[in-house]
């Protein structure tokens, strides 16, 4: 038989036809949407990289992300994420094609009715930042009291995925609604490489302990602290935000992802004192790289044995923070293999594969 392009009859056997691929290639033609408030090439943060590892499950994805620029009316009352949220969902309903899934980040697409299945993955919430991170900060009316307005309606619609226990906890305890933890994952890029290999590749001349921190300098990521164990031990410091080096503070800007597992591996350990998490990367692809983490008690290690990755310790405690550096470089701590397998892209993968396939069959 030959098929015509142009022949109306001939669509709905075609998709038949894909269906049956799908099931018997188990899953890697289905197509897919997700909408979200930032592309990678906008904004490289931890709800970005997601994406990224997403599209590796579905190879024909559609990613329909917000524009950068908002109305300055929006800017000013704080409502630039719920407007861009909504662009991207006007967006998305423009896009005259089916889906065998749709993917929200968060709140980004409030506004989408659609036809095809919704699954909605919370990297956090609103709420539980605001509670946590933002006290007394600019921002915590917003995130408090308008934000959850529009992550509630995300909840009434669809599957709900929290990214980590920590944030399935939240959705319950502030929002009453259930959810399925599906853990982030780091791919395998992120490995080993010898110590004295990777210092000398990014060009740092030094022998002693080096500790890494990754993220914004801001308070929410805890960077008042790190300039605190900085006075006693040599950090590198890879960021997107505008900061200079100092005598014990090695600023790396603009890196790129392919590049960090030189930049965890030539450090001793990874400190990590951030005030709030849902999940934590910079966590997962340290351990991924062998070495420990001094990190504060929030995200995935809210739910882990510091015995297996380092010291996990209490937000705000400068002391705990110092003792930890302590004790992994007086050990030479390495983290458990096991650790690092939890957080595999095959298990994140066949979560994310299995999870369309059973929307598609409800």
Request: aromatic share 12%; proline share 4%.
């Amino acid at each position: 038989m030959n098929f015509n392009s142009n022949d109306a009859l001939c669509i709905p056997t075609l998709n038949i036809l894909k269906g049956s691929l799908n099931k018997l290639t188990g899953g890697i033609f289905l197509k897919t949407a997700i909408i979200a408030l930032n592309d990678y090439s906008q904004v490289k943060g931890g709800t970005e990289v997601f994406t990224k590892h997403l599209q590796t499950v579905f190879p024909e994805s559609t990613v329909v992300s917000a524009p950068q620029n908002v109305g300055q009316v929006f800017e000013k009352i704080g409502f630039q994420n719920e407007y861009r949220s909504w662009k991207a969902g006007k967006k998305f309903l423009n896009i005259n094609d089916q889906f065998d899934a749709v993917f929200r980040n968060s709140y980004a697409g409030w506004n989408v009715k659609t036809e095809s299945p919704l699954i909605n993955v919370f990297h956090f919430t609103y709420y539980g930042f605001s509670q946590e991170a933002m006290q007394g900060s600019k921002g915590h009316f917003q995130a408090k009291y308008v934000s959850p307005f529009f992550e509630k309606l995300c909840l009434n619609n669809g599957v709900n995925i929290a990214v980590s226990a920590k944030v399935q906890r939240e959705l319950k305890k502030y929002y009453k609604k259930e959810s399925r933890v599906i853990e982030n994952a780091v791919p395998d890029i992120f490995h080993n490489i010898p110590r004295e290999k990777a210092r000398k590749e990014l060009g740092i001349d030094y022998s002693g302990p080096l500790g890494i921190f990754v993220g914004r300098t801001d308070r929410t990521k805890g960077f008042d602290i790190v300039l605190k164990i900085s006075k006693n031990i040599k950090i590198i410091c890879v960021t997107p935000s505008n900061r200079q080096s100092t005598d014990n503070i090695i600023v790396r800007t603009n890196v790129e992802y392919e590049n960090m597992p030189k930049y965890y591996s030539a450090a001793d350990f990874l400190i990590f004192p951030s005030r709030y998490e849902s999940s934590g990367y910079s966590v997962m692809e340290a351990i991924k790289c062998g070495i420990p983490v001094v990190a504060s008690k929030t995200g995935i290690l809210e739910d882990i044995d510091p015995n297996e990755v380092g010291a996990i310790v209490d937000i705000d405690d400068d002391e705990g923070y110092i003792k930890g550096v302590q004790q992994v470089i007086k050990s030479n701590f390495t983290p458990s293999s096991e650790i690092s397998k939890r957080f595999s892209m095959e298990r994140f993968k066949k979560e994310y594969l299995d999870l369309v396939k059973e929307v598609g069959e409800l």
